[in-house]
């Protein structure tokens, strides 16, 4: 085992194919329904449906978002964010298109594009909604609803991956593309690591399944 291997604690089948079943038992049929309504409404032209997305998104996965916009006088602090959407449609929609050629196995040129995109709609959300906050863990989330292979970020994923993958400066598996979220792109870096070790190791593991791996509540 070499020096960079060694900072990796790879799951074993069985600790995989456990997670993977736990989050299905009590999230499955829940996220059944976010990736089926993302799927049936892929853009962002119809207000109502991009309403349906981030509410559906928001609340289930708890994304934040909502603490880092000032709703409007008389509205909801989502009604601004479905807006933003829906107005910046075309620029929404360039970024998740640039997704959907991605499959797995993922490449580090696929994460790496991922991190580019995620870090597009970041900035898009920072500049009009959130005055300079990122909403790093929202766009994720919303993401990966219409683009599975789009890592989910949040506090658990962090704290398990992190116990799991050292970082290292020398073992970074792509560079951080221009306009990328910084702990976005560390997240996804050591979550390259991990999937690489994985498949290394003869477990061909998703980004879902390594995602219910990390959301396991840290003990």
Not at 129 to 153: A, D, N, Q
Not at 171 to 186: I, N, S
């Amino acid at each position: 085992m070499n020096g960079s291997e060694s900072t990796i604690r790879v799951p074993t089948t069985d600790e995989l194919a456990n997670a993977v079943k736990a989050f299905a038992d009590d999230w499955g049929a829940v996220d059944e329904i976010l990736y089926r309504t993302c799927r049936d409404h892929p853009g962002h032209t119809d207000r109502r449906s991009v309403m349906a997305k981030v509410v559906l998104i928001r609340r289930t996965y708890s994304a934040g978002i909502e603490r880092l916009v000032e709703p409007p006088e008389g509205g909801q602090a989502v009604t601004k964010i479905g807006d933003c959407l829906w107005k910046q449609h075309v620029e929404v929609d360039a970024i998740i298109g640039r997704l959907h050629g991605i499959a797995e196995p993922l490449s580090p040129d696929d994460m790496k594009t991922i991190v580019r995109q995620h870090g597009r709609l970041d900035a898009l959300l920072t500049q009009n909604l959130t005055h300079g906050r990122s909403p790093r863990s929202f766009v994720s989330k919303y993401l990966h609803f219409h683009c599975p292979v789009v890592p989910i970020f949040d506090d658990y994923s962090v704290r398990s991956l992190t116990r799991r993958v050292r970082w290292s400066e020398n073992a970074k598996p792509f560079e951080r593309p221009a306009g990328a979220d910084e702990e976005y792109f560390r997240f996804c870096t050591r979550l390259m690591r991990l999937y690489t070790a994985c498949r290394s190791a003869g477990i061909a593991a998703t980004v879902k399944q390594l995602d219910a791996l990390l959301w396991q509540v840290p003990t």
